[in-house]
């Protein structure tokens, strides 16, 4: 048995239950820390109070150029890029403080999270493999998460060229049919 460092391993269960409760996936903790499959699985059980979710992570880039992730992952970049530039923060750290910044401003604006913490760390390591990059908006000016190599000139977003389905989720489609609904009934009173 090879001689561990209870300092060390301290640290790993410490980042290991901040990564279990933004909602990481066990490969994620099983890459990012030292510690056991074992362990990591007794960790999750005590603090989610059940077993990890079973399946394979993300592993492609296309998830990131939809409508709404495209947006969120962008958001999520900017937030990233940022603190990559601005502090001393690297790797998973720099990852954490971003997406801890992304779920701020998602809450704060009322809306639903899209992004994972999984999918930001995987996002990451798919701009480190140059399988992403951003791209400048023609319209706004913004920048928006894009294929690597994927030509960019006269590139218009999600936002400023929504699709025609855009926003048409079950939880609108319940919200329009519930003011429908009240409506009705305001009517006939």
């Given at each position: 048995?090879?001689?561990k460092?209870?300092?060390?391993?301290?640290?790993?269960?410490?980042?290991?239950?901040?990564?279990?409760?933004?909602?990481?996936?066990?490969?994620?903790?099983?890459?990012?820390?030292?510690?056991?499959?074992?362990?990591?699985?007794?960790?999750?059980?005590?603090?989610?109070?059940?077993?990890?979710?079973?399946?394979?992570?993300?592993?492609?880039?296309?998830?990131?150029?939809?409508?709404?992730?495209?947006?969120?992952?962008?958001?999520?970049?900017?937030?990233?890029?940022?603190?990559?530039?601005?502090?001393?923060?690297?790797?998973?750290?720099?990852?954490?403080?971003?997406?801890?910044?992304?779920?701020?401003?998602?809450?704060?604006?009322?809306?639903?999270?899209?992004?994972?913490?999984?999918?930001?760390?995987?996002?990451?390591?798919?701009?480190?493999?140059?399988?992403?990059?951003?791209?400048?908006?023609?319209?706004?000016?913004?920048?928006?998460?894009?294929?690597?190599?994927?030509?960019?000139k006269?590139?218009?977003?999600?936002?400023?060229?929504?699709?025609?389905?855009?926003?048409?989720?079950?939880?609108?489609?319940?919200?329009?049919?519930?003011?429908?609904s009240?409506?009705?009934?305001?009517?006939?009173?």
């Amino acid at each position: 048995m090879r001689n561990k460092s209870v300092i060390l391993e301290a640290r790993d269960i410490r980042l290991a239950i901040e990564l279990i409760e933004l909602g990481a996936r066990l490969q994620l903790l099983e890459a990012e820390t030292n510690l056991s499959r074992e362990r990591l699985l007794k960790l999750y059980k005590e603090v989610r109070g059940e077993s990890p979710p079973k399946g394979m992570l993300p592993f492609s880039t296309d998830w990131f150029m939809t409508w709404q992730p495209n947006i969120h992952a962008s958001l999520f970049m900017a937030y990233f890029r940022f603190m990559q530039t601005h502090t001393q923060l690297k790797g998973l750290e720099l990852i954490i403080k971003a997406y801890r910044m992304y779920l701020e401003q998602i809450k704060r604006g009322g809306m639903d999270t899209v992004l994972s913490l999984t999918r930001a760390w995987t996002m990451v390591r798919f701009f480190d493999a140059k399988m992403l990059q951003m791209a400048n908006c023609k319209e706004c000016g913004g920048e928006f998460v894009a294929h690597a190599y994927d030509p960019t000139k006269g590139y218009v977003c999600g936002l400023c060229h929504m699709p025609a389905r855009a926003g048409k989720t079950r939880k609108a489609a319940e919200a329009a049919a519930a003011n429908a609904s009240q409506r009705d009934a305001v009517a006939a009173a």
